[in-house]
């Protein structure tokens, strides 16, 4: 059964450094999401991404993060200068466009110092 | 504002015993529910959804729209049940909310 895969499992990084994060979707699902989770919190919606540009993003979704296909499989989402906060696990989602059941990746545990 | 609620973050039972994981959810529209369960050190995955009105391994959840809530149940627990648990709404039939999910431990 195919699965959506992320790397890195785990990212650690420096306050204020770029990070990208990666995922390879299932293929032919069209619609893909990026969520997170902070240690003890909720699973979060960040952004929806479909036909190559955001669908909608969340009040978290600011200037810093970017999301895109760059070469038509995998699925990215870079944060330009990492803060404390960004510390959580980050959840790459996928659907095909006819259910609703979300598909997700493993997370890629990202740890800002 | 649309808003899932899972009220208990853990519930212990034993082994055999019934179990009801609590939902509910706030939202003006037409809702499209989920449970999704994450099994230790696993990627969340999709156990129901309201929809289609199946039982996974032994688990119901049905929609009652009067009392807004989307409750997990399952008769006699396993332990290989043990889990977090976590209930959905589709927004918009897009994005999903979470609640806050809830620790199942079966004891044996």
């Known amino acids: 059964e195919p699965e959506v895969t992320q790397t890195p499992s785990h990212q650690v990084t420096q306050m204020g450094q770029e990070v990208i994060l990666r995922c390879v979707p299932i293929?032919?699902?069209?619609?893909f999401y990026w969520y997170r989770q902070i240690l003890g919190q909720k699973v979060e919606f960040l952004v929806s991404?479909?036909?190559?540009?955001?669908?909608?993003k969340s009040e978290i979704f600011d200037d810093q993060f970017s999301v895109e296909r760059p070469d038509g499989s995998n699925f990215t989402l870079k944060i330009r200068s990492t803060k404390l906060e960004d510390s959580a696990m980050y959840f790459c989602?996928?659907?095909?466009?006819?259910?609703?059941?979300?598909?997700f990746g493993p997370g890629t545990r990202l740890t800002v110092l | 504002a649309q808003r899932v609620t899972q009220p208990e973050k853990l519930l212990s039972v034993f082994k055999g015993a019934p179990v009801e994981l609590k939902c509910n959810y706030s939202?003006?529209?037409?809702?499209?529910l989920f449970w999704y369960v994450q099994y230790s050190r696993q990627r969340l995955q999709l156990l129901l959804r309201?929809?289609s009105r199946e039982s996974i391994k032994g688990f119901t959840a049905d929609l009652n729209k009067g009392e807004t809530s989307f409750h997990l149940k399952k008769p006699f627990a396993q332990e290989e049940d043990s889990a977090m648990y976590y209930c959905?709404?589709?927004?918009?039939?897009?994005?999903?909310?979470f609640g806050t999910g809830t620790r199942l431990q079966v004891f044996p």
């Open positions: 959905a709404l589709a927004y918009n039939t897009d994005k999903l909310i």
């Open positions: 293929s032919n699902h069209l619609y």
């Open positions: 939202y003006s529209g037409s809702p499209e």
């Open positions: 989602a996928n659907r095909d466009g006819a259910y609703n059941e979300q598909f």
């Open positions: 309201h929809i």
């Open positions: 991404f479909y036909n190559n540009e955001i669908s909608e």
